[in-house]
């Protein structure tokens, strides 16, 4: 199993972006994709699911309204988009495969976005 998210971003306050998250070595649908943030100097902080198998999402209430999941079955990828950016954004983002007990989950590599003027 393989997760494999977009390279760092640097954006604008107010822009948007959009990472990726492209997995393998498992059936896209079966699993949902969880999307967590660390900031610099905190800890991980949850933002929400998706199910790949029918675009079904949950979000933390400190997210919704400014971020948005969506999936790609046909290229096996999840993307997380966030929107009006302010330097509080800035952390490196993860997506998250979970797997029932007793697996482990796997973790994507990690996104740095970084917000500056």
């Known amino acids: 199993v393989q997760l494999v998210q977009s390279g760092a971003e640097l954006r604008n306050p107010g822009a948007s972006v959009k990472v990726s998250c492209k997995v393998s070595g498992y059936s896209f649908i079966q699993h949902y994709i969880d999307w967590l943030r660390q900031a610099p100097g905190q800890g991980l902080e949850w933002m929400g699911r998706i199910d790949p198998e029918d675009g079904g999402t949950k979000y933390a209430p400190k997210f919704r309204g400014s971020v948005t999941f969506t999936a790609d079955t046909s290229t096996s990828t999840v993307y997380v988009e966030l929107s009006s950016l302010t330097s509080e954004d800035t952390a490196v983002y993860y997506c998250?495969?979970?797997?029932?007990?007793?697996?482990?989950?796997?973790w994507g590599q990690g996104t740095q976005v970084t917000v500056s003027a």
């Open positions: 998250v495969r979970n797997s029932p007990p007793p697996g482990s989950p796997f």
